[in-house]
């Protein structure tokens, strides 16, 4: 099925670990984010971009870089992982016009 | 910064209409969303509305949007039990890339 695909769905890590999120979408969107959800906070924009080899911050960009080096993917690294970052992290694409929208079923991480 | 809020709860009897409000501040959206969001899945995309319209109608959901009062409406008709969800209204930003910016969301709950 078409759309966006995210893994892993869970993990736990210790603080001060690394680990890559990864993301592909198989719909040739241009467009691709990512976001956290947070209890009562809604979805916050970590990085997004707007192609292959661009990207940019989003509204929580500290502690985490991206890459965009084909259309398809798009992985989120955390650096050094810290408690704060314990969320539920969700990647989406989108049509440049925006009509199209599609999010992933989420990775939920717990940093202990 | 952009700030979009929402009630928290709403709950309604089976085959009434639901109606979700969303208030938002950035007066240079180009789309607003709807998506629904059920327990332990990603974001669906329900429906969205440009900006210089009023009015969208898609089956059961009526979208209403007064751009004066930065005002966004999400009428449900005959509500189902299977309707149950988190609903999130989102602006996206001007510019490149699909930022978007999201409500708290809207516990809805449907009782038979």
């Known amino acids: 099925n078409a759309g966006v695909t995210q893994t892993p769905k869970f993990q736990v890590l210790k603080t001060g670990q690394s680990m890559t999120l990864q993301c592909a979408q198989d719909?040739?969107?241009?467009?691709m984010s990512w976001y956290r959800q947070d209890p009562g906070m809604g979805l916050r924009l970590i990085h997004y971009?707007?192609?292959?080899?661009?990207?940019d911050q989003g509204e929580v960009p500290n502690g985490y870089n991206v890459s965009r080096s084909t259309t398809e993917d798009f992985p989120l690294r955390l650096l050094s992982a810290a408690p704060s970052q314990t969320s539920v992290y969700f990647c989406?694409?989108?049509?440049?016009?925006?009509?199209?929208?599609?999010f992933g079923d989420g990775t939920r991480l717990s940093i202990l | 910064g952009e700030d979009v809020e929402q009630s928290l709860f709403l709950s309604v009897r089976e085959g009434d209409s639901s109606v979700i409000n969303c208030t938002y501040t950035d007066s240079s959206s180009t789309y607003l969303y709807w998506y629904k969001q059920e327990p332990g899945a990603g974001l669906q995309l329900l429906t969205y509305i440009f900006s210089n319209m009023d009015m969208k109608q898609d089956q059961r959901l009526t979208v209403l949007l007064n751009k004066k009062d930065k005002h966004l409406s999400l009428r449900i008709a005959d509500t189902q039990t299977g309707d149950s969800a988190i609903y999130f209204c989102a602006e996206r930003q001007w510019g490149g890339g699909n930022k978007l910016t999201f409500g708290t969301g809207t516990q809805l709950k449907v009782e038979l």
């Open positions: 971009s707007v192609g292959a080899g661009i990207t």
């Open positions: 719909m040739n969107h241009e467009y």
């Open positions: 989406a694409s989108s049509s440049a016009s925006g009509t199209d929208q599609h």
